[in-house]
């Protein structure tokens, strides 16, 4: 084989040695990644496993458990979408569905904040799960919370999130916009979107995101603007 032909291989072993992705062990967007630690916060690889501490890298496959218990944690899908756990928040990946579906994760207590970058395909989306909605993130940043009493908060910080009831008959629909949320009752339905309000709680968590989604290419405004 001459020069010619060996050169353009190994220019593309080295891109595939170097890129910033990497090939998912599962089909679409598995595993998901470890790739910020700030705190206490701990991984579980299945039912038949405890709870150990979360490492920078380690690689989440369905069945799979986070959660934290002081600081934050981040995950990243193949294609580089976000999910960040707030302090005193958990998460559960149910098995992966078709390749074609969005990534499923349900929210089992806190709260999360999932960025997905604008233009994205569908398969590249996030679907958050809970007991009374599910949402699905599509070129955004936003803030889902399970309340204690059951109540799941969505908040669209830009973007746009499309929301519905849970299970297969998807009872309700309700597609919220930039600047918009919905609180969804612990029982019956929820009532119409509203103006996003930013009350003092969740300041810092907020800012904190919005810059990471900046800096991260997945859009918004400075924060404050």
Same mark, same amino acid.
């Given at each position: 084989?001459?020069?010619?032909?060996i050169?353009p291989?190994a220019?593309?072993?080295?891109a595939a040695?170097t890129?910033g992705?990497?090939?998912?062990?599962?089909?679409?967007?598995?595993?998901?990644?470890?790739?910020?630690?700030?705190?206490?916060?701990?991984?579980s690889?299945?039912s038949?496993s405890?709870?150990?501490a979360?490492?920078?890298?380690?690689e989440?496959?369905?069945g799979?458990a986070?959660?934290?218990l002081?600081?934050?944690?981040?995950?990243?899908?193949?294609?580089?979408?976000?999910?960040r756990?707030?302090t005193l928040s958990?998460i559960?990946?149910?098995?992966?569905?078709?390749i074609?579906?969005?990534?499923r994760?349900?929210?089992e207590?806190?709260?999360?904040?999932v960025?997905?970058t604008?233009g994205?395909p569908?398969?590249e989306h996030?679907e958050v799960?809970?007991?009374?909605a599910?949402?699905?993130?599509?070129g955004s940043?936003? !803030?889902?919370t399970? !309340?204690r009493?059951?109540s799941?908060?969505?908040?669209?910080h830009?973007g746009?999130?499309?929301?519905?009831g849970?299970?297969?008959?998807?009872?309700?629909?309700?597609?919220?916009?930039?600047?918009q949320?919905?609180?969804v009752?612990?029982a019956?339905?929820?009532?119409e979107?509203?103006?996003?309000?930013?009350?003092?709680?969740?300041?810092?968590?907020?800012?904190?995101n919005?810059e990471?989604d900046?800096?991260?290419?997945y859009?918004?405004?400075?924060?404050g603007?």
């Open positions: 084989m001459s020069m010619r032909g050169v291989v220019a593309l072993a080295v040695l890129t992705r990497w090939s998912p062990a599962e089909p679409g967007e598995w595993p998901l990644r470890v790739v910020t630690v700030s705190g206490r916060a701990e991984v690889r299945g038949a405890g709870w150990s979360a490492r920078l890298r380690a989440l496959e369905p799979a986070a959660r934290t002081q600081g934050r944690l981040t995950l990243t899908t193949a294609s580089g979408q976000e999910l756990l707030a958990r559960a990946l149910p098995e992966a569905g078709a074609d579906q969005p990534t994760v349900r929210l207590a806190g709260s999360v904040w960025a997905v604008p994205s569908p398969r996030v799960q809970s007991p009374v599910a949402v699905t993130v599509r940043g936003v !803030g889902i399970l !309340g009493d059951g799941v908060l969505v908040r669209v830009h746009a999130a499309e929301c519905t849970p299970g297969a008959e998807r009872p309700w629909h309700r597609v919220l916009g930039d600047g949320e919905l609180l009752p612990g019956g339905k929820p009532g979107t509203r103006k996003l309000s930013r009350d003092n709680l969740d300041a810092d968590w907020v800012k904190w919005e990471q900046l800096a991260g290419g859009g918004g405004k400075p924060p603007q």
